[in-house]
């Protein structure tokens, strides 16, 4: 049979993170190229006000922060407007790395399948279509201070599969 191989999951999820970043960036009017670029400057830094019809989906919205802030556009891409907010403020104070955050979300590592990752299982710019790996939690769950969206959607999935349901203080 041609049935995909458990050894397979760490590239499906890495290559639905890769499909969801350009999916999103091209929603947001952004040139996906600007993902690949290690100093690149988020458009809503440099642009200034958009034109009124732009519309991108409500929950990739650019918040305050994101227009104020000076930030890798690769940033804009979740559908999680305080978990924007959130690593972008961090990221501005030093207090992490984002290209190690990048490196966890979208690197592929067949060796460690408990690595830190995001999946998406959906439509990329739907909150619901994103979960976090337990991995994920523990090492970047500080980054979820007032964004309860996450945990709820990772739970729902892990729910739909008859996993535990992760508990997490988020506020």
Request: aromatic share 10%.
């Amino acid at each position: 049979m041609n049935a995909p191989r458990i050894s397979q999951l760490p590239l499906l999820i890495s290559l639905n993170v890769a499909i969801a970043v350009a999916n999103n960036a091209t929603l947001l009017g952004f040139d996906r190229a600007l993902m690949c670029i290690d100093e690149a400057i988020s458009p809503f830094n440099i642009n200034g006000p958009f034109t009124a019809d732009y519309n991108p989906p409500r929950a990739l919205e650019p918040t305050e922060v994101q227009k104020t802030v000076l930030h890798h556009p690769w940033l804009d891409i979740f559908p999680f407007p305080k978990f924007r907010d959130n690593v972008i403020l961090a990221a501005d104070a030093e207090l992490l790395d984002d290209g190690e955050l990048c490196e966890d979300i979208s690197e592929i590592n067949y060796e460690n399948v408990e690595k830190p990752s995001l999946i998406v299982w959906g439509d990329s710019s739907v909150p619901n279509s994103w979960e976090a790996s337990p991995w994920f939690l523990r090492k970047w769950g500080w980054l979820l201070q007032g964004c309860p969206e996450l945990i709820e959607t990772t739970n729902r999935w892990r729910q739909s599969r008859g996993e535990r349901l992760l508990k997490w203080n988020n506020e």
